[in-house]
Every structure is written in C-alpha cells, then in structure tokens.
C-alpha cells in the first residue's frame, strides 16, 4: 500500500489557485507496481478517492506507461478518459495536463473547464512542481516530511497568496522578496529589469539595501556588460555555488559599479511575452553549496514572478489599447509594470 502525503493536499491546493486548475491530482507507484491517488484538490466532489490505476490506464494511465508529459486542449468527453472521476459524463472538462515525476514514480496532473484555460509556460511550471512533489516524498520517513521542505512550501503558499494581499506593485514586491530572502537563507534577493528596448537594465528592487548612498536608485546598467547583462542577453540562468570558488571578480553589473561580492549566486531570467524583461537574483557574500531543494524552490518562485509580469503586461496593453471609457480593469496603480 503506497504511504499517504496528507501536507501534499496543502501543497496541490495551492497548485490549483496558480493555475485556476478545476482539480489537481497526485498518483504515486506502490509496492505492487500499479498506482494509488495519494493526494487530491478539486472544487467539485467527484473526485475518486483511494482509487488505484495502472499504466496506460487513462490519460494519466498513459503518462506513467510513457514517461512523458500530456496535454490535451481539445477534449472530447465521449472518447477521453481521465481515469480519476466517479462520473466523467458530467465534470465538463476541457483542458487536462499531466507531467511524470521524477523516475516514473508517479504523476502530477491538473484539468480545467475553461477552454484553452494552460499555456506552453504553465505545463513547464507543472513540471518544476512535479519535482518539488517527489523531494517532498524522497524526505517523508516516520515523522513525516522534513522540517525544511515544511518551510519552504509553506513560504512558496505565501507567495502565490501576495497578488490578493498586496495588490500594489511596489508593496507586492516588497514583500515577495523578503520572503524569498528568509526562506532560502540567502542574504540578498533582488529584482533587475529591462527598459523598453532591452539595452539597459535597473535595480527594480531588493530585500534590502546593497548600493553605496552616493548610488542613484534609478541608475541602468548596459545588458552588454557585467553577470546580469549576460543574463539578459542569453536568456539563461547562472548559478554559482560550489562552497570554495569565489565570484567576486566577476562584476555582476559591469566594470567600476559598486555593489555586493555575492559568491553565492542564482539568477533567473524572467520571460515576458516572447523577451527576457527581468532576472531575479538570489545572492549571499558567503561562500555556499545551492541545495537541491533551494534551487528547486528558487526556480518555482521566478516562474511564478514571471507569469505574474506577464499578466500585468497584457492587462496594460489591453488598458492602453482600450477607449478612455472602460472602467472595468481595476486600479492603474494596482498595475504599474516595470518597463
């Protein structure tokens, strides 16, 4: 019999408020080779609770017989079979996504009733939460999950909850970066973005001050130059912490520009709609060794803050596109995007 996860429910609630998932399911192998529900969110009842599946079983069936994500956006109730519904003919579903965890050990999936309601981005985000889900299972013993991996998704269920307590830009991210500072223990997280031509780049906001007094908070920097411009320019993430080099001498904002001596070091270029527009960087003056479920957690949280850009980038295009007499987009100052 597989072992139940039940501080996974937490964890697949909060999966279905990111996306707007009308459930979220949790299949994991057991010791007969076939495999169990072990966790489950859904805002319906119907979901089919201490059911067992086997590969090629469903939907889900065929993501564990081939290891390999699914998505289908166009559902067909009379021909598809999810597998985990006591009535299929009546859930109304249009949209299913799954991805395996880790190993083939199991598999992580989400439906919606609203058409075309997950993206490309949204499926590569279900994956990193799918490898979140197997640490939390790799770390249960008698006692249950971890202490550690307890804090962190407690602290990444704060962060999805920020947008509705903090509807302010600045306040929003304010907060959202001292969480992530406390949770991951690095001694800085900050946020650079792009201007509107992506050849310069400013300090958007940090956890806390790291730039002399003399240092205009508005300075940009040249994505030509220093750690971070490569960040930019490659679209691709850096990480720098093996315990025993030191980054000192790479500047991360160019030449001459004061700043930390960060020797430990994440940063995540954030995508938003086709471009990178953002890195979020995680950095600490000490020397460390980047865990593998601080690097998972780090990586969740920037996906997060890029889907969250980009919606705020599509609202204000949709405001400046729209006549001066819709009033029904909420507050422009709710929304002030960082260009």
């Not at 400013?202 to 960040?231: A, H, I």
Request: aromatic share 12%.
């Amino acid at each position: 019999m597989t072992m139940k996860y039940p501080s996974l429910d937490r964890l697949l609630e909060s999966i279905g408020s990111v996306f707007d998932a009308y459930s979220v399911v949790l299949f994991c192998q057991n010791s007969a080779g076939t495999f169990d529900l072990v966790s489950a969110f859904s805002l319906g009842d119907s979901i089919r609770r201490g059911m067992t599946i086997e590969q090629g079983q469903g939907l889900v069936g065929w993501i564990l017989k081939n290891n390999s994500p699914l998505v289908v956006e166009k559902f067909d109730e009379k021909n598809t079979y999810l597998g985990y519904y006591g009535s299929e003919q009546d859930e109304k579903i249009k949209v299913f996504v799954g991805c395996p965890l880790p190993g083939g050990t199991g598999a992580l999936c989400m439906d919606s009733k609203k058409t075309y309601a997950f993206t490309s981005k949204d499926q590569r985000v279900l994956a990193l939460f799918a490898q979140a889900v197997a640490a939390v299972i790799a770390d249960v013993g008698d006692g249950g999950v971890c202490s550690r991996e307890q804090a962190l998704y407690r602290v990444l269920q704060e962060v999805y909850a920020l947008r509705e307590a903090y509807p302010k830009w600045t306040d929003f991210l304010n907060r959202y970066l001292a969480l992530l500072s406390g949770a991951s223990g690095y001694e800085y997280a900050f946020l650079v973005v792009s201007d509107e031509w992506g050849n310069n780049y400013l300090l958007e906001g940090s956890n806390k001050p790291f730039m002399p007094d003399t240092f205009s908070l508005r300075q940009s920097f040249s994505t030509g130059s220093g750690l971070l411009g490569w960040v930019f320019k490659k679209n691709q993430p850096v990480f720098f912490g093996d315990g025993k080099s030191e980054l000192g001498r790479t500047p991360l904002f160019g030449r001459d520009v004061p700043g930390p001596v960060l020797n430990t070091l994440m940063a995540f270029p954030l995508k938003v709609h086709t471009r990178c527009r953002g890195v979020l960087v995680f950095g600490d003056r000490e020397s460390g060794v980047i865990g593998g479920e601080i690097k998972a957690f780090a990586h969740m949280a920037a996906d997060y803050l890029a889907i969250f850009l980009e919606n705020l980038y599509l609202r204000n295009k949709v405001r400046r596109l729209a006549p001066p007499s819709v009033s029904d987009l909420g507050d422009a100052s709710d929304f002030d995007h960082p260009e």
